[in-house]
């Protein structure tokens, strides 16, 4: 996906200033889930990442481990997806740019479940690439035919 997708994604995540090659689709669940939350601090976000709860309809997985969360949340703070603030604690809350962008993306991008999803393509693979493909085309289309507020 990140192939097929990434002019469209890449496009609108240049749109609002964030650099490219900054976005990918766990990179954007993590926004929307952000988004919809109290902000928590570095370490809640990490504890929550290694123990994903999505929409609630699944078991708990790793979106990211533990040890490399930071190595994905340094980076979205670098990139100007999230603002760390607050003092003496800081909290992480998705930045004006990732409201932006998140603002920009088709409803149907938000995906909580898409570690279960993925899981379960992977332990389906190869038989399951037909419906990875079919996954990958409908969400670039939905994204391509979606206008966004400006």
């Not at 954007?28 to 309809?57: C, D, F, M």
């Not at 790793?62 to 604690?89: I, R, T």
């Not at 570690?115 to 994204?143: C, G, H, N």
Request: with cysteine.
């Amino acid at each position: 996906m990140n192939v097929d997708g990434s002019s469209v994604f890449n496009r609108i995540a240049l749109e609002v200033g964030i650099p490219d090659g900054a976005l990918t689709l766990r990179k954007i669940q993590i926004l929307y889930w952000l988004r919809s939350r109290h902000p928590p601090t570095k370490p809640e976000v990490v504890r929550e990442l290694a123990n994903w709860r999505g929409s609630g309809r699944n078991d708990v997985v790793p979106l990211e481990g533990a040890a490399s969360a930071p190595g994905l949340l340094d980076p979205m703070v670098k990139n100007d997806l999230l603002w760390e603030m607050g003092a003496p604690v800081k909290r992480l809350v998705v930045s004006p740019k990732g409201i932006a962008l998140l603002s920009r993306l088709h409803p149907a991008c938000e995906d909580l479940d898409l570690p279960w999803r993925l899981a379960r393509w992977a332990a389906d693979w190869p038989a399951a690439s037909s419906e990875v493909e079919r996954f990958a085309r409908t969400t670039i289309s939905r994204q391509r035919g979606f206008v966004g507020p400006v």
